[in-house]
């Protein structure tokens, strides 16, 4: 899989949003707090392959630079688990050989995850799409449009389902000949919920990240929260809504952001069912506790019908917000908002 994949969420307008958290006045004076926290400590690069972000608000600048390293190190410790694109990782050599022994812990912490969400979804979020991509990508590769044929793929699909996962502290198995596991669609999520622990632990009480989720750390002041927004899917500097966390994470999930066809029709969200490369909605955003959440619904509820995504969210401590197609209804950029 190209890294492509892992920019799909970028839309999300954290970077604007939480860069201008409180407009263009600078953080200070815009606290009306005596004991106003200071400017935050930025840092912008690339994390999992794709743009991202950290704000840190610490009164040591030095300090918090010191935090910004802790925290790359644990980025690039959890990229060589699940990353799809480096040959020692772990996911990689799982993949491989269709078993892994004594796997590390974060591995076996996110299937497991992963595979209750599958639970939850109905099957919508299914961490064995791979093969999905990979018989995609093959098509593109041998020169044939890269259209949903349900014939074809149907011998795919039978490689496909997270039931046949077998995850052990010891041994993490396929019962499946040929299956393959990928973790896009809650590794980001998790990640910045570790990136996020981990500052916590380290005394940290504010701070605002971004891998491509987001996640809220406390508050720049007691009636200041963080903002993140949800983009304009073709319009991405247009924010559709601005969204306070506090304490909560908040993902965004759209097929626009890694097209397989030249029309945008066909994209890299699979329904697990099917085979189908096209997602019901343009984007879904989710607002959760933690990232890892936000990161697995939001991809789910790309392929889910309204009344099924409001069932979850009945009984689930989450919102989500929803941007139908451009052809239903007259206004194609209102979000239908679930709580």
């Given at each position: 899989?190209?890294?492509?994949?892992?920019?799909?969420?970028?839309?999300?307008g954290?970077?604007?949003?939480?860069?201008?958290?409180?407009?263009?006045?600078?953080?200070h004076?815009?606290?009306?707090?005596?004991?106003?926290?200071?400017?935050?400590?930025?840092?912008?690069?690339?994390?999992?392959g794709?743009?991202?972000?950290?704000?840190?608000l610490?009164?040591?600048?030095?300090?918090?630079?010191?935090?910004?390293?802790?925290?790359?190190?644990?980025?690039?410790?959890?990229?060589?688990?699940?990353?799809?694109?480096?040959?020692d990782?772990?996911?990689v050599?799982?993949?491989?050989?269709?078993?892994?022994?004594?796997?590390?812990?974060?591995?076996?912490?996110?299937?497991?995850?992963?595979?209750?969400?599958?639970?939850?979804?109905?099957?919508?979020?299914?961490?064995?799409?791979?093969?999905?991509?990979?018989?995609?990508?093959?098509?593109?590769?041998?020169?044939?449009?890269?259209v949903?044929?349900?014939?074809?793929?149907d011998?795919?699909?039978?490689?496909?389902?997270?039931?046949?996962?077998?995850?052990?502290?010891?041994?993490?198995?396929?019962?499946?000949?040929?299956?393959?596991?990928?973790?896009?669609?809650?590794?980001?999520?998790?990640?910045?919920?570790?990136?996020?622990?981990?500052?916590?632990?380290?005394?940290?009480?504010?701070?605002?990240?971004?891998?491509?989720?987001?996640?809220?750390?406390?508050?720049?002041?007691?009636?200041?929260?963080?903002?993140?927004?949800?983009?304009?899917?073709?319009?991405?500097?247009?924010?559709?809504?601005?969204?306070?966390?506090?304490?909560?994470?908040?993902?965004?999930?759209?097929?626009?952001?890694?097209?397989?066809?030249?029309?945008?029709?066909?994209?890299?969200?699979?329904?697990?069912?099917?085979?189908?490369?096209?997602?019901?909605?343009?984007?879904?955003?989710?607002?959760?506790?933690?990232?890892?959440?936000?990161?697995?619904?939001?991809?789910?509820?790309?392929?889910?019908?309204?009344?099924?995504?409001?069932?979850?969210?009945?009984?689930?401590?989450?919102?989500?917000?929803?941007?139908?197609?451009?052809?239903?209804?007259?206004?194609?950029?209102?979000?239908?908002?679930?709580?």
């Open positions: 899989m190209t890294s492509n994949t892992l920019s799909r969420r970028r839309f999300l954290i970077t604007a949003a939480s860069a201008a958290l409180l407009g263009s006045t600078p953080l004076a815009a606290l009306s707090r005596p004991d106003a926290l200071p400017e935050p400590v930025v840092w912008r690069g690339v994390a999992l794709a743009d991202a972000q950290m704000q840190l610490h009164p040591d600048r030095a300090r918090a630079e010191q935090l910004i390293e802790l925290a790359l190190g644990e980025i690039q410790r959890l990229e060589k688990v699940f990353s799809l694109y480096r040959e990782s772990a996911l050599r799982l993949n491989r050989d269709g078993q892994l022994d004594s796997p590390p812990g974060d591995l076996c912490r996110l299937l497991s995850e992963a595979c209750a969400f599958a639970r939850l979804t109905g099957g919508y979020f299914d961490p064995t799409v791979q093969p999905l991509w990979n018989w995609y990508l093959q098509r593109e590769q041998q020169g044939a449009r890269p949903f044929d349900a014939r074809a793929v011998a795919t699909l039978r490689r496909i389902g997270y039931q046949a996962i077998d995850i052990e502290a010891e041994r993490i198995r396929f019962r499946r000949p040929d299956m393959a596991v990928t973790l896009n669609g809650i590794a980001q999520g998790y990640i910045t919920d570790r990136v996020t622990e981990l500052l916590r632990t380290q005394g940290l009480e504010h701070a605002m990240i971004d891998l491509g989720e987001a996640r809220s750390l406390g508050q720049p002041g007691s009636d200041r929260p963080w903002r993140a927004g949800i983009a304009k899917p073709d319009a991405p500097a247009q924010l559709l809504e601005t969204i306070e966390l506090h304490d909560q994470a908040l993902a965004t999930s759209g097929g626009y952001g890694t097209p397989l066809d030249a029309s945008g029709q066909l994209t890299h969200l699979f329904d697990p069912h099917t085979g189908s490369a096209q997602p019901i909605w343009r984007s879904v955003s989710v607002r959760a506790a933690d990232a890892t959440t936000a990161d697995a619904l939001s991809t789910a509820f790309s392929l889910m019908q309204e009344s099924k995504i409001r069932d979850i969210v009945s009984v689930f401590p989450v919102q989500a917000w929803l941007l139908p197609p451009k052809n239903q209804g007259s206004d194609g950029d209102r979000l239908i908002h679930l709580a």
